[in-house]
């Protein structure tokens, strides 16, 4: 599997600081870099806190609200403009650097508005100490400000635990392999400096450093970090070992097959980060109302300012209340309710062996109203496998079976191998045989237990005029299969029916999208016997036969054009144009690079149960962007008066730190609730 994606950069370059939406959805802030943001917030907080006691003891208006009165001396009003100072550009300063990129930027947002806030705070409490007429209130600066560090240092932590994704991803891989030179000697080597043709060593329990084909030895892999599937995988040589993969009980020496971005794990990296950096419809609009909401907050604060100058109230009591208005009013909640939501749902589609490429693709499809699946490699395995034997003489099923694989056993045509497959499924032993020839066009013969035994296609049989007489055998050939015989010393004694094996999650993923309410078609090349068939089994809505490329892209705008959002599912080159086309296009990760390249959505596991996952999972994503929106937006109806004082009749006053902490606890909610989307996905799995 290929799945090389360009890598798209973020136009946006915030501060060290910035928004935290800026940190979540800049990826070059990865990983050390968030960790190091939280770390500063942390110190920053503990810092203004322990400078917050002295600010508090030295405050005027403290000291009345505790009626204590400490005794004064020279200097103190400038002990608490210098203490305080110290909290103003310490622990202000990621609002102020922030309030610079915003403004260089043209998008005022919250840091403008706390950044403002604390300023007019600062400069006008400082100009009282130095001799203009009013009250300080130093000790509300200092609180506003450690609340909202607090604030940010909890939402930091909360926005680091939704988008590790890519962090997660990295750390699958080891930092080192077993090189093995050409005296067979194991030198430990950094993975980085492998090249394609070496060969490495990978023991039991260690993890494949890169991907490469298996030369000797064979094992089982647990590749459930990569592609969802918890149960470990057999591998034997000549198959390829993933990257990222953990070896189990058997040590296997690999030629290294790809390295660097090509590997499938550095694809996939490249995927996240794809759909972790396109922009989300639902985005746009939150960002948009974001700015609104920061300027509505500028003017509501300076409209309470002069308000309350108008009625008579003092100006300290006047800048308090605009203060907690712009605070309450920030527009953080909102900035984080979509990409808090797109974090989570990343990491968990990641998890889930979903990589979202385009997200706007993938909120439509929780508007989707039909799904046309491609049949060969994507409703099917895209190989031979036995539909049916038919027994005409006195012998049972298993008897004609265990005659033919006595001579396909030493063949290596497809037929033979699904013939073999099937008598392996059946656990029939398989009799002695000898001087096996191949009949070319024709089958295969051989002695079996010292009898003479065929499998030969029908032309074969109606060469030797044999005549058969069976509607079952006839049946079979009219849906599609391809249909040889058995013959035990030229005497006719069964059929085996053959047919590309339909996967058995597509049996419960067609009823279950049918149970949504979701029309199911098949848009196929095969032939109109086959496609009938598959359809037939599956229960589909509708079929289409023998389409080719353009073909399936009329059949695709067709449906559209019927009012439905449509979703396309393949894995073929001439699937790439109606993956296209269509409102979401769903590649089978085991498909082409083709495919996968026009695909809004890659299933890894190339199981088509995953087209209904996604449905569910985008539905729910939808979900809690609306509720996080609703929740980010509808609280400042309520909170936004009370900051104004329009309770104050009533004895109902909210200070600026105060304010900051509604504020704050609203974003903590947005988080939660977009978190709550893991919840969501464990309930759907034990359901599945």
């Known amino acids: 599997m290929n799945t090389a994606v360009p890598t798209q950069r973020s136009d946006r370059e915030p501060t060290a600081y910035g928004s935290i939406q800026h940190a979540l959805m800049d990826h070059g802030h990865a990983g050390h870099n968030h960790v190091a943001m939280v770390t500063d917030f942390q110190h920053r907080f503990w810092v203004s806190l322990a400078l917050t006691f002295p600010v508090l003891a030295l405050s005027p208006g403290i000291q009345s609200l505790l009626g204590l009165h400490w005794i004064a001396f020279p200097g103190d009003s400038y002990l608490l403009f210098s203490l305080s ?23 005022p947002g919250m840091m403008t508005l706390i950044s403002v806030a604390i300023t007019v705070a600062f400069s006008y409490s400082s100009a009282v100490i130095f001799g203009l ?24 932590r909360s926005v680091i635990g939704a988008s590790r994704a890519l962090e997660k991803l990295v750390q ?13 000697h194991a030198e430990d080597i950094p993975v980085a400096t492998l090249r394609p043709g070496d060969r490495i060593l990978v023991r039991p329990g260690e993890r494949v450093p890169t991907d490469g084909i298996i030369l000797t030895g064979r094992s ?30 058997g040590a296997v020496i690999l030629e290294v097959h790809k390295t660097g971005d090509e590997t499938y794990l550095n694809q996939i990296i490249s995927l996240v980060r794809q759909a972790q950096e396109t922009r989300s419809r639902t985005q746009d609009l939150a960002d948009r109302a974001a700015l609104w909401l920061t300027c509505i907050a500028l003017l509501l604060g300076a409209a309470t300012l002069i308000q309350w100058l108008w009625f008579g109230q003092a100006f300290d009591f006047a800048l308090e209340r605009m203060v907690t208005v712009m605070v309450i009013t920030c527009p953080h909640a909102l900035g984080l309710a979509v990409p808090l939501v797109v974090a989570v749902s990343t990491r968990l589609s990641v998890e889930s062996g979903l990589l979202i490429r385009d997200r706007a693709a993938f909120e439509r499809a929780r508007t989707l109203g039909a799904v046309l699946f491609d049949k060969t490699g994507t409703l099917t395995e895209g190989r031979f496998g036995v539909s049916e034997v038919v027994a005409l003489a006195d012998l049972r099923e298993d008897e004609v079976l265990a005659w033919a694989i006595g001579v396909e056993a030493q063949s290596e045509h497809p037929i033979a191998r699904a013939v073999v497959r099937a008598a392996e499924e059946r656990r029939i032993e398989p009799k002695s045989s000898q001087a096996f020839m191949s009949l070319p066009g024709r089958g295969a013969e051989g002695v079996v237990d010292g009898r003479s035994v065929k499998v030969v296609s029908p032309g074969c049989i109606r060469e030797h005029g044999f005549t058969v007489r069976s509607e079952r055998i006839e049946q079979l050939a009219h849906d599609g299969n391809t249909v040889v015989y058995v013959l035990i010393d030229d005497r006719l004694v069964g059929a085996i029916a053959l047919a590309d094996v339909i996967r058995k999650e597509s049996f419960h993923a067609v009823s279950r999208l049918k149970e949504a309410g979701i029309r199911c078609m098949m848009i196929t090349g095969d032939t109109k016997e086959v496609a009938r068939s598959v359809a037939a089994r599956l229960g589909l809505d509708e079929y289409f036969a023998e389409t080719l490329p353009h073909q399936k892209v009329r059949r695709i705008r067709e449906t559209k054009a019927n009012g439905l959002a449509v979703a396309m599912v ?14 979401l296009g769903i590649a089978i990760g085991a498909g082409t690079d083709v495919a996968i390249e026009s695909a809004d959505v890659v299933l890894v596991r190339s199981d088509p149960r995953d087209v209904l996952a996604i449905l569910e999972f985008s539905r729910a994503t939808y979900r809690k962007i609306v509720q996080n929106l609703l929740w980010a937006t509808g609280y400042n109806v309520i909170a936004i008066p009370l900051a104004a004082g329009v309770a104050y009749p009533w004895g109902i006053l909210l200070s600026p730190a105060i304010g900051a902490a509604l504020m704050s606890l609203s974003t903590i909610i947005v988080a939660i609730n977009a978190s709550l989307l893991e919840l969501r996905r464990e309930a759907g799995r034990e359901t599945k």
């Open 172 to 184: 699958f891989l080891p930092a080192t392999a077993h090189r093995l030179g050409a005296d067979d």
């Open 133 to 156: 007429p009013g009250n300080v209130f130093f000790w509300e600066l200092v609180s506003l400000l450690d609340v909202m560090l607090l604030g940010h240092w909890i939402e930091m």
């Open 85 to 107: 100072a110290v909290v103003f550009w310490y622990g202000g300063w990621p609002f102020l650097s922030g309030f610079v990129s915003e403004l260089s930027n043209w998008q």
């Open 570 to 583: 393949g894995d073929g080159v001439n699937d790439a144009p109606a993956l296209v086309e269509s409102d």
């Open 220 to 249: 089982s892999f647990n590749e459930a970090l990569l592609t969802g599937e918890s149960r470990p995988v057999e591998k034997i040589e000549g198959n390829e070992a993933v990257g990222g993969a953990i070896n189990g009980e």
